[in-house]
């Protein structure tokens, strides 16, 4: 059984900043992928950002480009997102998750290239 247990949500004004954490437990757990996922009140869910272990490649949603930061440790299964200059539209509840398939997947922004999910985490920005 892996489970991903998200920390470090909360409350936060327009312009703060805010940073999540992620750590993977379980079985004998090696992920290829790991990222962050959002989801809105009446909305889908959504891609933030990921980070392919193999080769440290991180990718972005645009309009987290420049704000947000994806870093992480594969040895220690944990990855983290830092947020910066945070903006109302980006309360949601955000979600890790991970790919532990081996098959190489481009789709990182897919949530169903993903294995396993976080229960979340509320990030809520006030103007």
């Known amino acids: 059984q892996v489970q991903l247990v998200e920390s470090g949500g909360g409350l936060v004004q327009a312009g703060g900043s805010l940073r999540l954490s992620c750590t993977a437990s379980?079985?004998?757990?090696?992920?290829?992928?790991m990222g962050w996922f959002r989801q809105a009140p009446g909305k889908e869910r959504e891609f933030v950002t990921a980070i392919r272990w193999s080769g440290g490649n991180t990718y972005y949603a645009d309009s987290m480009k420049g704000r947000f930061t994806i870093s992480g440790d594969n040895a220690k299964n944990t990855v983290s997102l830092q947020m910066n200059s945070l903006k109302p539209e980006d309360t949601a509840v955000y979600y890790c998750a991970a790919r532990v398939r081996t098959s190489y997947s481009s789709t990182y922004y897919a949530p169903g290239n993903y294995d396993y999910w976080g229960q979340g985490t509320q990030v809520t920005v006030s103007s």
């Open positions: 379980g079985r004998t757990f090696r992920s290829y992928l």
